[in-house]
Each structure stands twice: as structure tokens, then as C-alpha cells.
């Protein structure tokens, strides 16, 4: 499954017939996307029932676990398996709450069918609008509180009075608990960074105007239901949680926040447990905890994005190349030396040629898109024969 392509959610739809069921329960399912950090707005990994063709960047994965949340909190809130009638129903429940609106050009290209337009309104919701440029930088490939539309959905399911009021409300609830967590240390760096990301992935609720009567104690008494409330405190864990260090104050609050929930402190201690293994064991994938200056976080970026457009061309590349030995070698020799002058012209030249035939690959056409031409030379050998490569070292070995 590509989900970067047109025809994946059908595609999600048929592994679905064909695969065993993964969750039994809604309580497998939260359990599994929080082991993926989808809860926790971190995008790790996807259930494993999905197979994919190639390495999925940080969006993708946002966009599968999503459509797993809410696929699988329909079938259990209402006992449907019906895939064809979810996706009208989570079509229409994106409709009514009005978030991730399909541009004009989208619904024409799109057409009256239920299934594409939902791609792209799931498109719009992963924030994948942006141009290569944002995305290169990361500004669009995390939403941190993409959750909160999967618990909308179940509450929408279930019929909830005043959804747009309560969809509201349990994000305010959740961007205030960050708050006090934070307030509960000694913030950091990566405290900011992590405020930065759930303030900006706030949909529902505007904080400029929100105007929510009650104290803080008052506004965690309101009428969420269980799963709101898990998920209430696994934010907080998270905040307190991600500099690996909790200290005798923050143990309080947590403590504090599962009573007000009316969750029991084995829970809580569960909570913290889930997010301290999270921590250990994915430290080093979380993006925001990784400090880089912003030309090397622009750099790899681009080279994400350009090994994933390489690697899903690489049948037509490899003909393209074929046809032209003498960029072949050029590129080669590029591996291991410097090209002078008239070779680089060259290989630009013919290289901007080939990435004419191939729509996909149209990025390096745009004004100032051969600045990514040694991005893409770098990454060429591994599509180049190995009659031309005497320095490959397989990775298997």
C-alpha cells in the first residue's frame, strides 16, 4: 500500500478482507497506536497488518494510523464492519465538523466519489498541502493531537450532544493540561518544542476566543467519556515525561490529573510506565528532541523527500539511465570524485532532460530545483549497475 497515492484507502479496505482482524477490542487498538506514538503525536509505525512497498515517511504514517483509529473505533462503536459505509460516515463527520476542507481543484480532479475525496480531505488533515520547501523544514509532517479526531468520531458515533462544543472543549482540556505539566518543572528547550507542536495542531478550538467558565479542577469534571480520559492522561505523562526525568512534584500532578479523572493511581502508574518505555526505546526517532541547525534540518529533508521520489521511479529511472551510457559513467565518477565544470553541465542538462519524461519528478524543474541535483547525485548510485559502482558494499552483508 502506498499512501501517497491515489487508491489507498480502497487498498486499506481489501487488507482488511484479506488479513486477520489485529484488534479485537478498542482498548487493543489505543494500546497499539500508543506503542506507534500515534497518540502521543509522534509517528513511528503503523499496525502491522498493513504492508507497505517502500519506507514510509513521518505523514504517511500519520495518515494510516488515522484512518486505522477511526476505522476501527466505527466498528466497534457501532458494530459495523462495513468498510464502504465507514467511509461515507467519516466522510460526512469530517463535513459536519467542517475540518480538513478539500480545495476547489481537488473536488473537480477528485470527482462525486466518496472514497477519493476522502483521500484528499485525510491529505488536507495530515497537512500535506504545504510546498516541498515547508515540508523539507518538517513545519508539515506532524499534527500532535490527530487523536483528538479519532475520539470526535467515536463521540460523533455515539451521538454526543453539542459535538462542536465538545470537540472544543477536550481540546482546550488538553492543551491546559500541557500547560500545568509544564508549569509542574523546570521547562526546557524541548518542553517549548513540544508546546509549539500541540499548540500549532490545535483544529477545533481557537485559545484567542476560548472562553470556558469553571476552573481548571471544574473544566477535567466534564462529561468526557473513558477514552477521553486515557487519553487525557497519556498527554500528561507524555509533558512530564519527555525529558526522562520525573521528579517528586510531577508525580503529584499526575497523580492529581488521574484523580480528577477519576482514574485509579495504578493507572496512572501504567500511563507513565507506557510513556517512560516509549522514551527509551524511540528517543532517538523523535523529531522535535533532535537539535539541528536549520540548513542541516533543511538538507535532510530534501533528502528524505528526494530518496522517497527516487526510490518510487526507480523502474523508469533505471530505463531512462539505460538509454544514455555517458551520463551513466558521469554519475559514477561523481561517487568517488569532483566533476569539473563542463561534466556537471552536462549531467545536469541531460539529467533535467530525463526528469521531463517523468511527471513525478517535476520538483527539479522549478526555478532553483537544481540546487537538489547533488542531493539526487548522491543518492543515484544505488540505482546504477554495479559494473559502475566498484565501491558498492550491500547492505545485507
Known amino acids: 500500500m502506498n499512501p501517497s497515492s491515489p487508491g489507498w484507502i480502497n487498498k486499506f479496505g481489501s487488507l482488511l478482507k484479506t488479513k486477520e482482524v489485529p484488534f479485537l477490542t478498542y482498548e487493543e487498538l489505543y494500546l497499539e497506536l500508543l506503542n506507534h506514538g500515534f497518540i502521543y503525536g509522534i509517528h513511528l509505525d503503523i499496525p502491522s497488518f498493513i504492508t507497505t512497498e517502500h519506507r514510509l515517511s513521518e505523514d504517511e504514517?500519520?495518515?494510516?494510523?488515522?484512518?486505522?483509529?477511526?476505522?476501527?473505533?466505527?466498528?466497534?462503536?457501532?458494530?459495523?464492519?462495513?468498510?464502504?459505509?465507514?467511509?461515507?460516515?467519516?466522510?460526512?463527520?469530517y463535513q459536519e465538523m467542517e475540518v480538513g476542507r478539500i480545495s476547489f481543484l481537488n473536488k473537480i480532479l477528485s470527482g462525486n466519489k466518496t472514497m477519493t475525496q476522502l483521500e484528499k480531505l485525510l491529505d488536507s488533515r495530515i497537512y500535506l498541502n504545504g510546498n516541498v520547501f515547508n515540508k523539507a523544514f518538517g513545519n508539515s509532517l506532524t499534527n500532535s493531537l490527530l487523536y483528538?479526531?479519532?475520539?470526535?468520531?467515536?463521540?460523533?458515533?455515539?451521538?454526543?450532544?453539542?459535538?462542536?462544543?465538545?470537540?472544543?472543549?477536550?481540546?482546550?482540556?488538553?492543551?491546559?493540561?500541557?500547560?500545568q505539566a509544564l508549569n509542574s518543572k523546570e521547562a526546557n528547550e524541548s518542553d517549548a518544542k513540544l508546546m509549539q507542536l500541540l499548540a500549532s495542531s490545535l483544529t477545533y478550538v481557537d485559545l484567542k476566543n476560548a472562553n470556558f467558565e469553571g476552573t481548571y479542577a471544574d473544566l477535567l469534571q466534564q462529561n468526557f467519556s473513558d477514552s477521553e480520559k486515557d487519553y487525557l492522561l497519556d498527554i500528561a505523562c507524555l509533558t512530564v515525561w519527555e525529558d526522562s526525568n520525573l521528579d517528586h512534584s510531577e508525580s503529584e500532578f499526575i497523580f492529581a490529573?488521574?484523580?480528577?479523572?477519576?482514574?485509579?493511581?495504578?493507572?496512572?502508574?501504567?500511563?507513565?510506565?507506557?510513556?517512560?518505555?516509549?522514551?527509551?526505546?524511540?528517543?532517538?526517532?523523535?523529531?522535535?528532541?533532535?537539535?539541528?541547525?536549520?540548513?542541516?534540518?533543511?538538507y535532510d529533508g530534501m533528502t528524505k523527500n528526494v530518496s522517497k521520489l527516487i526510490l518510487r521511479n526507480s523502474k523508469r529511472l533505471k530505463k531512462e539511465l539505460s538509454e544514455s551510457r555517458e551520463l551513466v559513467q558521469l554519475l559514477a565518477k561523481s561517487a568517488s570524485k569532483d566533476l569539473n565544470e563542463g561534466e556537471r553541465k552536462k549531467v545536469q542538462g541531460q539529467l533535467l532532460d530525463i526528469f521531463k519524461s517523468i511527471p513525478s519528478l517535476a520538483i527539479f524543474m522549478l526555478p532553483g530545483g537544481a540546487v537538489l541535483l547533488p542531493i539526487f547525485i548522491k543518492l543515484i548510485p544505488k540505482l546504477l549497475p554495479s559494473a559502475f559502482d566498484d565501491n558498492r558494499v550491500e547492505e545485507n552483508q
Open 257 to 298: 490529573i488521574s484523580d480528577a479523572l477519576n482514574k485509579t493511581k495504578n493507572k496512572a502508574k501504567n500511563a507513565l510506565e507506557n510513556v517512560k518505555k516509549f522514551f527509551e526505546k524511540n528517543h532517538q526517532k523523535i523529531p522535535y528532541l533532535q537539535d539541528t541547525n536549520l540548513a542541516s534540518k533543511f
Open 148 to 179: 483528538i479526531d479519532v475520539l470526535i468520531f467515536k463521540a460523533y458515533l455515539s451521538n454526543t450532544p453539542s459535538l462542536t462544543m465538545h470537540a472544543q472543549l477536550l481540546e482546550y482540556v488538553t492543551i491546559n493540561i500541557a500547560y
Open 61 to 93: 504514517i500519520a495518515k494510516i494510523n488515522l484512518l486505522a483509529g477511526l476505522y476501527f473505533s466505527y466498528r466497534f462503536e457501532v458494530d459495523n464492519s462495513n468498510f464502504e459505509e465507514f467511509v461515507e460516515t467519516v466522510f460526512t463527520f
